[in-house]
């Protein structure tokens, strides 16, 4: 069993968190993950309201006795969205860990910190990371270039990064992008992270809440199959390549062109209606790593969490040691 100091803080088996995903963070998947000895995250704006948020955290209970949390992505919106009410609502259900992303977790912390939880706010730069860490975060998730979602605008990758961080930071470091392997853990570990987070290679589970024809093409896809959008408008994100995607990245290209011009294609609502609910996988833009090249089914949680670290061990107890010479021969 591999112990560090997140799997000492949060209470799990193993230092593998599955962070906060929009429309996957339920309790099915949230559970699954927990049972495993992971850390999942629900995520609060998934449901449409906070009292929807705290019957899923009741749910969740229901379904595990095991440590989960809650993840609150802070971001500008169309519509105002009231984090006070989800953070009320996160505080009185008794959570004990909260995923922070976005925006500046400072708000947030009082009431937090107040209530006895656990923070680990997520950071795509070690400037970014060491703020956070100086409001007053119990643990920092780093995101490499490779990573789903909003990696940043410095391009730097995780083989970087993460060692970057960790000369910097004090408190425990979660490495996020481009892990989807035994391999992987064991090399974050080995630049100086505390735990690994994983997004992509969960949706590709038995218990992901979303089509099997989108696991699937998550198996299919290769390293190659993501593609960088809203550049642009200094907003990257990474995203699965498909038509819809391509489309999107095309016009942002055009000169004077802003982020309206393709608002109706990077809809969210559309990507999870079309794409994570009815299967069509080109009906909308969609989530999705780099470390699609290296997934090659779909397992169960439980299967997936036992392979990674149980390869993970195998690594570092076995494989590497095997490749120092004893000098006394």
Same mark, same amino acid.
């Given at each position: 069993?591999?112990?560090?100091?997140?799997?000492?803080?949060?209470?799990?088996?193993?230092?593998?968190?599955?962070?906060?995903?929009?429309?996957?963070?339920?309790?099915?998947?949230?559970?699954?993950?927990?049972?495993?000895?992971?850390?999942? =995250?629900?995520?609060?704006?998934?449901?449409?309201?906070?009292?929807?948020?705290?019957?899923?955290?009741?749910?969740?209970?229901?379904?595990?006795?095991?440590?989960?949390?809650?993840?609150?992505?802070?971001?500008?919106?169309?519509?105002?969205?009231?984090?006070?009410?989800?953070?009320?609502?996160?505080?009185?259900?008794?959570?004990?860990?909260?995923?922070?992303?976005?925006?500046?977790?400072? /708000?947030?912390?009082?009431?937090?910190?107040?209530?006895?939880?656990?923070?680990?706010?997520?950071?795509?730069?070690?400037?970014?990371?060491?703020?956070?860490?100086?409001?007053?975060?119990?643990?920092?998730?780093?995101?490499? =270039?490779?990573?789903?979602?909003?990696?940043?605008?410095?391009?730097?990758?995780?083989?970087?990064?993460?060692?970057?961080?960790?000369?910097?930071?004090?408190? /425990?470091?979660?490495?996020?992008?481009?892990?989807?392997?035994?391999?992987?853990?064991?090399?974050?570990?080995?630049?100086?992270?505390?735990?690994?987070?994983?997004?992509?290679? =969960?949706?590709?589970?038995?218990?992901?809440?979303?089509?099997?024809?989108?696991?699937?093409?998550?198996?299919?896809?290769?390293?190659?199959?993501?593609?960088?959008?809203?550049?642009? =408008?200094?907003?990257?994100?990474?995203?699965?390549?498909?038509?819809?995607?391509?489309?999107?990245?095309?016009?942002?290209?055009?000169?004077?062109?802003?982020?309206?011009?393709?608002?109706?294609?990077?809809?969210?609502?559309?990507?999870?209606?079309?794409?994570?609910?009815?299967?069509?996988?080109?009906?909308?833009?969609?989530?999705?790593?780099?470390?699609?090249?290296?997934?090659?089914?779909?397992?169960?949680?439980?299967?997936?969490?036992?392979?990674?670290?149980?390869?993970?061990?195998?690594?570092?107890?076995?494989?590497?040691?095997?490749?120092?010479?004893? /000098?006394?021969?």
């Amino acid at each position: 069993m591999i112990r560090t100091r997140v799997t000492e803080l949060f209470g799990i088996d193993h230092p593998v968190v599955c962070g906060g995903m929009t429309a996957l963070g339920t309790a099915e998947l949230v559970s699954a993950v927990a049972n495993a000895g992971a850390l999942g =995250f629900l995520t609060a704006l998934t449901q449409p309201s906070p009292q929807a948020l705290a019957k899923e955290i009741a749910r969740t209970r229901e379904l595990t006795d095991r440590p989960f949390g809650v993840n609150l992505t802070i971001l500008p919106t169309i519509n105002p969205v009231p984090y006070h009410e989800y953070r009320a609502a996160i505080v009185e259900s008794g959570v004990t860990i909260v995923e922070t992303a976005g925006s500046s977790p400072e /708000p947030h912390l009082p009431d937090f910190k107040a209530a006895g939880i656990k923070v680990i706010h997520k950071a795509t730069s070690v400037r970014h990371a060491l703020s956070a860490e100086r409001k007053g975060v119990d643990v920092v998730s780093i995101d490499g =270039f490779e990573c789903a979602g909003h990696p940043g605008e410095d391009d730097v990758p995780g083989l970087i990064l993460i060692p970057a961080a960790a000369a910097r930071l004090t408190v /425990p470091i979660i490495a996020s992008g481009g892990i989807a392997t035994g391999a992987g853990l064991a090399a974050a570990l080995a630049l100086g992270a505390d735990a690994v987070n994983m997004g992509t290679r =969960f949706m590709a589970t038995t218990e992901a809440p979303i089509h099997e024809n989108v696991k699937q093409q998550i198996v299919a896809n290769d390293e190659r199959a993501t593609i960088l959008v809203f550049r642009q =408008f200094r907003n990257t994100a990474r995203v699965a390549r498909n038509s819809i995607s391509e489309q999107i990245a095309e016009i942002s290209t055009r000169p004077g062109a802003t982020f309206e011009d393709v608002a109706a294609l990077a809809s969210g609502a559309r990507g999870r209606a079309d794409v994570l609910g009815a299967g069509d996988v080109e009906g909308g833009m969609w989530w999705a790593g780099q470390s699609q090249g290296l997934i090659r089914s779909v397992d169960t949680c439980a299967a997936v969490i036992s392979e990674i670290v149980g390869e993970a061990e195998e690594i570092i107890a076995r494989r590497l040691p095997a490749l120092v010479a004893d /000098p006394r021969s």
